[in-house]
């Protein structure tokens, strides 16, 4: 089978491999969709995970092709995604919930071989059927989904509240949904991408852009000038973090979901003074995940309009990968797609 291999910063190269059965407790997945994240981006450009040679990729669905020992409850053909959350399963986190934060937790797609192949072998209690009401295309976002679901979930009380949301990228834009779904009273999201900020206006939220407008203003202004209840930051931007507590109400809880990755300033003070909360969330459990697909399932959120182009997988071998992944970075989210699923 082929496989799209990460060999070192800037270069992935197409390789036949061998396709080995599935072990005891495996799922085979012919794999259909896999989306480039974010994660994936850096990881290409150097700036995550420098190791060793690896399959990338880890948002993806495709059809169960043949299950290993003890495995049951799943057809041939039948339309699956997976929760790629590699976890010990034993561990206090993992038996309390929070898979995430197992210490021998391994990265799909980083340190061990991820879905950017042709079929993929992967615990079946990380397997996630799909109803018929999904599709394929549709069931390749679940991941980020999640993500979303447990960084609504961290916020605690969303109901009845003022959400805004910086960052209009997919992780943003689904915890804008997920949001509305958890019964916020109102949605602003924040960017300075004016394309991105026009599909949040076409999914319904109100939008400000930061490179044309205060956001400070706009907020208090929407607001009356108490601010926000829940600020949710998706965009790992460090430069953020000068509007958090000038955008937040008195007793309002921010949610840091991107990855900042240098010290931020924080003033404590003004934090006390308003009694705000901050808090993080980290990826998601396995009980998020099954959400999200019932979140699917239910037609509760919108998909396909993060999905702004989809390529097939032999264009992963063009030009060491560098035109797909070009291409990954001027829309919300690229699908690669192997042929005859």
């Known amino acids: ?21 599935p072990a005891h407790g495996e799922v085979e997945i012919a794999v259909r969709f896999v989306a480039i994240c974010g994660s994936d981006q850096a990881r290409f450009a150097g700036r995550l995970g420098r190791g060793r040679p690896v399959v990338f990729g880890h948002e993806f669905s495709g059809r169960v092709s043949r299950v290993g020992a003890g495995v049951s409850g799943f057809a041939a053909s039948q339309p699956v995604t997976a929760a790629p959350l590699l976890n010990c399963g034993t561990c206090r986190f993992c038996r309390e ?57 961290q916020a605690g009380q969303i109901d009845g509240r003022y959400v805004a949301v910086l960052g209009a990228g997919a992780i943003g834009l689904f915890i804008a949904q997920v949001a509305r779904v958890m019964g916020a009273s109102e949605i602003l999201t924040l960017d300075i991408d004016s394309r991105r900020l026009g599909l949040a206006e076409k999914m319904g939220f109100d939008v400000v852009n930061s490179q ?22 998706a965009t790992g931007s460090p ?7 000038p955008l937040l109400a008195a007793l309002g809880v921010i ?17 006390l003074l308003k009694e705000a909360r ?20 239910a037609g509760s959120v919108s998909v396909d309009p993060l999905i702004q182009k989809v390529m097939p997988f032999d264009l992963l071998g063009e030009n060491q990968g560098r035109c797909v992944m070009d291409a990954a970075r001027q829309v919300v989210r690229l699908l690669i797609e192997f042929a005859g699923r």
């Open 255 to 271: 949610v840091v979901v991107g990855r900042v990755e240098q010290p931020v300033p924080l003033d404590l003070d003004a934090m």
């Open 97 to 153: 919930g929070h898979e995430y934060l197992c210490p021998k937790r391994q990265i799909f797609g980083s340190q061990v071989d991820g879905a950017l192949q042709e079929r993929v072998c992967i615990r079946a209690d990380r397997v996630f059927p799909l109803p018929n009401c999904v599709s394929l295309r549709d069931g390749a976002l679940t991941e980020p989904l999640a993500v979303a679901v447990h960084a609504v979930r």
């Open 239 to 245: 430069a953020v973090a000068r509007y958090f507590l």
């Open 1 to 21: 089978m082929k496989a799209a291999i990460l060999t070192k910063p800037g270069k992935i190269i197409l390789e036949e491999r061998r396709n080995r059965p």
């Open 212 to 233: 044309v407008s205060d956001p400070v203003e706009s907020v208090l202004t929407r607001t009356g000038g108490r601010g926000v209840d829940v600020l949710f930051e």
């Open 278 to 297: 901050l808090v993080t969330s980290r990826y998601f459990s396995l009980a998020d995940f099954r959400s999200g697909v019932d979140l699917l399932a």
